[in-house]
């Protein structure tokens, strides 16, 4: 399990290096020059030399890249052009909001998704059934930034329940604060979630056809004890495969979710930097969420080595 | 035969599944019964009803299905019980042995948790006191080491330790019958003659009523006391499994023996039944074996009764003295 575990971290090397590298080269190789960007128009040409060399945008690429590698690896991202502030000081509270919003998403989505998967399965051809395929293809049609435009308009401005943007950090209040991270939440969640229940129900009918529950019944077990222990065991496993995939949807979805909603988190950082071509923050942006999608992806790994033992061997 | 002795009594069990929307009969008017320390071979093709036979008998029926006829195992009649109290006689009163050892053990629980689990539940035992009785149970079967064993997984486990371990689970909470479904027909021949060994010992020292479905009359005859033939969800003949490979008297018993291959035969050839089975849902009227029967005639137009263990118009040879 150890030596599991190891290889697994190797592998996440290129998941956080390759997306770097190649967001790094767009930028330098994208028009736009930042120095120009922050002198603004009345910049004369010497002053935007000056501010170049300042910020090494005059070196060549490869040096460029072999300071900002070095800089990545000491965690020191540099400062951003528009904030005038080091960038690993501003991540953490926008990306704390990310995570916020990525983790409730996903808690709904996978609530959820296995719950309507598993009821559709075990009632399988009954109207149940139907009724959760249907919404499931539904869900999957929406596009999520209507979806949550949909959600504004019913729980925020018909009825009230919940603020129409905007974000209250938990340490001003834990329930205001989850007030304004729930509606994106389950914009993005629902969603995911119709994927998610059409994964389980196939993949709980595959497993409640096996010889092994036939088994488990002839030891006459309780259907509710072969269900939960026996069945969802296996079916869990092409199940969290697809939370994964779901959940680095949740973080890019969040994007266009944080713009809705006006909520200060990375997908928002990210956007606004772009457009002041602030790229110190770009970067840091791109390595959080990077690293977040490779912390991801290591848990479904170890998640999936404890579902099967199988898994550890090869 | 002594009546208290009688552990499965089946009479007239019908199972109709349905079928492209309406119901189709595919087992009829079966009947049979197994004593303490017994063993019956179901015979026949796939398709025979055999296997729903026993399926019907420990509960366990497709969805849809309609069971109609008496099963009682030691007096009481399972067909009478709730769906909950029926289900509590899998495991407890009938272990079931299931065709595939490749996949009829859970793939991602330890065998020491599926082994457990009907013990625990069943006979209300403690997770340790659990364990320790699987490891005995392991022992029984002929797997040493049964601690190591507990501890892994199937996969870890080859074909015939597989059911080994299946057999364990079988006999476990100490069940009075024992249903077989083709244990040995996803094995190697060395290995085949081991789980049959096997059987046969467990039979013997438990004293077990076994109902064992084969679709080979040659493999059960030195192992079963009894064999009933089975032709599209019909018992066609009921005889010792000697007598019915030598002197069988239903034409379909002698068609079967017929085709079985022989070293050392004389003929370069096998000789196969002509025809097909009928389908379900398209069984003749009378007796159903009769379009592929050489000797029918125009009484066989008309259903046969089942008498003096065969059900035939036109029985082939007499029973043995």
Same mark, same amino acid.
């Given at each position: ?314 | ?21 309406? !119901?189709?009969? *595919? ?6 019964? $197994?004593?303490? #320390?017994? /063993?019956?071979? =179901?015979? @026949? ?92 149970? !392991?022992?029984? *079967? ?6 190591? $064993?507990?501890? #892994?997984? /199937?996969?870890? =486990?080859? @074909? ?162």
């Amino acid at each position: 399990m150890i030596r599991y575990i190891g290889r697994r971290l190797l592998l996440i090397l290129p998941t956080i290096f390759v997306p770097l590298i190649l967001v790094f080269l767009m930028l330098r190789l994208a028009p736009g020059d930042p120095a120009a960007q922050i002198l603004g128009d009345q910049a004369t040409p010497d002053q935007v030399a000056a501010l170049r060399h300042d910020m090494g945008l005059d070196q060549p690429l490869v040096v460029q890249f072999v300071f900002w590698l070095k800089g990545v690896l000491t965690l020191h991202l540099g400062a951003s052009f528009f904030f005038r502030q080091p960038v690993i000081d501003i991540l953490p509270s926008y990306a704390f909001v990310t995570i916020q919003v990525a983790l409730l998403a996903l808690f709904i989505a996978l609530v959820v998704g296995a719950c309507a998967g598993v009821a559709a399965a075990l009632k399988r051809d009954t109207p149940i059934d139907r009724g959760l395929v249907a919404l499931a293809v539904l869900g999957l049609s929406l596009p999520e930034f209507w979806f949550a435009l949909l959600l504004i308009f019913l729980f925020a401005v018909t009825w009230r329940i919940f603020p129409v943007a905007g974000y209250v950090a938990p340490s001003e209040g834990l329930v205001a604060s989850f007030m304004t991270i729930a509606l994106p939440a389950i914009a993005l969640g629902l969603r995911q979630s119709a994927l998610m229940t059409r994964m389980m129900r196939s993949s709980m009918l595959d497993v409640m056809s096996e010889p092994y529950i036939a088994t488990a019944r002839a030891q006459g077990l309780p259907e509710r004890r072969v269900v939960l222990r026996y069945a969802l065991r296996v079916a869990a496993a092409p199940f969290v495969t697809v939370a994964g995939l779901s959940a680095s949807h949740l973080l890019s979805g969040a994007v266009a979710i944080e713009l809705i909603f006006s909520l200060p988190g990375l997908g928002k950082l990210l956007i606004d930097a772009v457009g002041r071509r602030d790229y110190p923050v770009v970067e840091g942006a791109v390595l959080a969420i990077a690293i977040m999608l490779a912390i991801l992806n290591l848990a479904i790994d170890l998640l999936y080595a404890l579902l099967d033992p199988r898994v550890r061997l090869s | 035969m002594n009546a208290l002795a009688t552990i499965l009594e089946v009479r007239g069990l019908s199972v109709s599944l349905p079928i492209g929307g309406k !119901l189709t009969p *595919v087992v009829t008017d079966m009947n049979l019964s $197994i004593a303490r #320390g017994e /063993a019956v071979a =179901l015979v @026949g093709e796939s398709g025979c009803g055999k296997s729903m036979t026993a399926r019907a008998i420990i509960g366990l029926p497709p969805p849809g299905a309609e069971i109609a006829g008496s099963i009682v195992l030691k007096g009481q009649e399972l067909t009478q019980l709730t769906p909950s109290e029926r289900r509590r006689i899998g495991g407890r009163e009938i272990g079931f042995i299931f065709q595939e050892p490749m996949t009829s053990l859970h793939p991602t629980l330890s065998i020491g948790a599926q082994m457990t689990d009907g013990l625990r539940y069943h006979l209300g035992l403690s997770r340790t006191a659990a364990l320790e009785r699987a490891r005995e149970l !392991l022992d029984r *079967v002929g797997i040493p080491r049964g601690r190591d $064993i507990l501890a #892994g997984h /199937a996969h870890q =486990l080859s @074909g015939g330790m597989r059911q080994r371990v299946v057999i364990a689970m079988a006999i476990a909470c100490g069940p009075s019958l024992v249903i077989a479904d083709e244990p040995t027909t996803a094995l190697d021949v060395t290995i085949q003659a081991q789980v049959l060994d096997l059987l046969a010992r467990m039979r013997e020292e438990l004293g077990l009523a076994m109902l064992y479905i084969t679709h080979d009359l040659e493999v059960v005859a030195d192992f079963c006391d009894r064999a009933i033939v089975m032709y599209a969800g019909d018992r066609v003949e009921d005889g010792q499994p000697e007598q019915c490979l030598t002197r069988p008297r239903h034409p379909y018993t002698s068609g079967l023996v017929a085709a079985i291959p022989r070293m050392g035969g004389t003929s370069a050839r096998l000789s196969p039944i002509p025809g097909q089975v009928p389908p379900v849902g398209a069984w003749p009227a009378g007796c159903r074996f009769a379009p592929r029967c050489a000797i029918a005639d125009e009484i066989c137009a008309t259903r046969p009764v089942f008498d003096a263990g065969v059900r035939c118009w036109r029985p082939l040879a007499s029973p043995a003295p």
